[in-house]
């Protein structure tokens, strides 16, 4: 089985679309090795790729936000949008880690004091973690960056 959860872990849209599109296994190999891994509701609405019944399946949690948060992530006037705003919001409300590729998202993050985790080092984590072999993970990040090459440059 998996090694003791170290991580409580929101995920924005890029990096289950990336995931969704290569190998959706590795959500739950994610959760089961590495943390839970929670959902804003608002995000899913985003991502085609995945509908709540299989977040389920994964071991994805979905949140449905509370009115104060929806209504701080409205009124926000930055760059980011009311899902990236949203995101930041409750991993800052509930001490969850941010895994997003978005660069505006991660630097308010970094303004705001939230743990930050890119996609790719997510999988680096989850092999650390014995939940995935070398080879595997470098062919999902191989095919991450094969379509999605816009946050992904050169690897390896």
Not at 52 to 71: A, D, N, S
Not at 72 to 100: H, R
Not at 104 to 113: A, I, M, N, T, V
Not at 119 to 145: F, N, T, Y
Request: hydrophobic fraction near 45%.
């Amino acid at each position: 089985m998996g090694t003791k959860k170290r991580h409580f872990l929101i995920l924005y849209a890029n990096i289950l679309i990336d995931f969704c599109k290569c190998d959706r296994t590795i959500i739950k190999l994610i959760c089961t090795y590495v943390g839970q891994i929670y959902l804003a509701t608002p995000v899913l609405s985003e991502i085609n790729q995945i509908d709540e019944r299989t977040c389920v399946k994964l071991g994805i949690i979905l949140v449905e936000p509370e009115l104060e948060h929806v209504m701080m992530a409205a009124v926000k006037k930055d760059p980011l949008s009311f899902q990236d705003n949203l995101c930041l919001i409750l991993a800052k409300e509930y001490g969850w880690t941010c895994v997003t590729n978005d660069k505006p998202l991660r630097q308010k993050c970094k303004l705001e004091g939230v743990p930050l985790i890119w996609g790719i080092e997510l999988i680096c984590i989850l092999v650390e973690s014995g939940g995935l072999p070398v080879e595997h993970a470098k062919d999902i990040i191989l095919e991450i960056q094969k379509i999605n090459p816009k946050y992904i440059m050169e690897i390896l």
